[in-house]
C-alpha cells in the first residue's frame, strides 16, 4: 500500500524559508510523477511543483523562481525548499504520487 508523508511545515516569517519532504512508502518515488500542490483556506487545491522519474521539473508561475522541487533517492523522499515565503504561500501543502495518492497534507502559515 503507497503511503505519502509530509513534513517540515509550520510558521515562518515572511522571507523565510521551509523545507518540505514527502516520505513515501510502498512504493519507489523516483519511478513516478511526484507533485507537490497547496490549498488556501476556502480555495481549490493548486498545482505547486513537479518531478519527473527522469529528474524533470515543472513549477507554477506564481512560485517560480522561489521553490525548488528535488528528490533524494537513497530516502525515498521528495522535497520543496521554500525561499522567500510571502504571506499569500500560507496554505495546507500537499505531495501526490501521479494521479492517484495524496499525503495528509502539511500547514504552512507565513506571517507578515
Known amino acids: 500500500q503507497v503511503q505519502l508523508v509530509e513534513s517540515g511545515g509550520g510558521l515562518v516569517q515572511a522571507g523565510g524559508s521551509l523545507r518540505l519532504s514527502c516520505a513515501a512508502s510502498?512504493?519507489?518515488?523516483?519511478?513516478?510523477?511526484i507533485g507537490w500542490y497547496r490549498q488556501a483556506p476556502g480555495k481549490q487545491r493548486d498545482f505547486i511543483a513537479i518531478i519527473t522519474p527522469g529528474g524533470t521539473t515543472t513549477y507554477a508561475e506564481s512560485i517560480k523562481g522561489r521553490f525548488t522541487i528535488s528528490r533524494d533517492n537513497a530516502k525515498n523522499t521528495v522535497y520543496l525548499q521554500m525561499n522567500s515565503l510571502k504571506p499569500e504561500d500560507t496554505a495546507v501543502y500537499y505531495c501526490r504520487l501521479n494521479s492517484d495518492s495524496w499525503g495528509q497534507g502539511t500547514q504552512v502559515t507565513v506571517s507578515t
Open positions: 510502498g512504493t519507489i518515488v523516483s519511478l513516478h510523477v
